[in-house]
T-cell receptor
Framework: AQKITQTQPGMFVQEKEAVTLDCTYDTSDPSYGLFWYKQPSSGEMIFLIYQGSYDQQNATEGRYSLNFQKARKSANLVISASQLGDSAMYFCAMRGMNTGFQKLVFGTGTRLLVSP | DVKVTQSSRYLVKRTGEKVFLECVQDMDHENMFWYRQDPGLGLRLIYFSYDVKMKEKGDIPEGYSVSREKKERFSLILESASTNQTSMYLC?????????????FGPGTRLTVL
């Protein structure tokens, strides 16, 4: 079975500072993908970044980067230069080969609040 | 851009009513999903469908059924709504099975059962 753990229910950061949101995972799949999503108060889930288990380099997308440490089974999201609009819920998720890459398993989320 | 739409943003129903939540996607995706989201529990998969008329149970299918008569449309049905089904419901779609493909989500339906 696959499991995602997000241990930070809430995080606070000041505008323009960097913040790391933690995510650890557990899976027996040899091949899997890791995702981060943002959910603003409006409710829609916005895809941020993807990391494949065989990718040699950490994924980056603009101000988002994924600190992937395979041996530790962690996939932390780093947001650089936080903006007020980054205040939202953030979910880590994974999908694996053994489930045909169809299903996503989500963590419980971290609520990020960016203050001026 | 992929677009996933859900029939209602907010819905209020009474206990025992039959409830239909509709989801439509415009990208010809094979896979469609229904999740419910509750505080502290994240998103949990109710049902998914990988083709027309095909469905598979997710992690919490009890009290729900689904229908997929057309590729673009995936309906979630609460046969007899109960108060413990008050939740946020999210629909998603994705292309065929590759690990790199994200799921695309609709805006969600916040259902309240009184």
């Amino acid at each position: 079975a696959q499991k995602i753990t997000q241990t930070q229910p809430g995080m606070f950061v000041q505008e323009k500072e960097a913040v790391t949101l933690d995510c650890t995972y557990d899976t027996s799949d040899p091949s899997y993908g890791l995702f981060w999503y943002k959910q603003p108060s409006s409710g829609e889930m916005i895809f941020l970044i993807y990391q494949g288990s065989y990718d040699q380099q950490n994924a980056t997308e603009g101000r988002y980067s994924l600190n992937f440490q395979k041996a530790r089974k962690s996939a932390n999201l780093v947001i650089s230069a936080s903006q007020l609009g980054d205040s939202a819920m953030y979910f880590c998720a994974m999908r694996g080969m053994n489930t045909g890459f169809q299903k996503l398993v989500f963590g419980t989320g971290t609520r990020l609040l960016v203050s001026p | 851009d992929v677009k996933v739409t859900q029939s209602s943003r907010y819905l209020v129903k009474r206990t025992g009513e039959k409830v239909f939540l509709e989801c439509v996607q415009d990208m010809d995706h094979e896979n469609m999903f229904w999740y419910r989201q509750d505080p502290g529990l994240g998103l949990r998969l109710i049902y998914f469908s990988y083709d027309v008329k095909m469905k598979e149970k997710g992690d919490i299918p009890e009290g729900y059924s689904v229908s997929r008569e057309k590729k673009e449309r995936f309906s979630l049905i609460l046969e007899s709504a109960s108060t413990n089904q008050t939740s946020m419901y999210l629909c998603a779609s994705s292309p065929p099975d590759r690990s790199t493909d994200t799921q695309y989500f609709g805006p969600g339906t916040r259902l309240t059962v009184l």
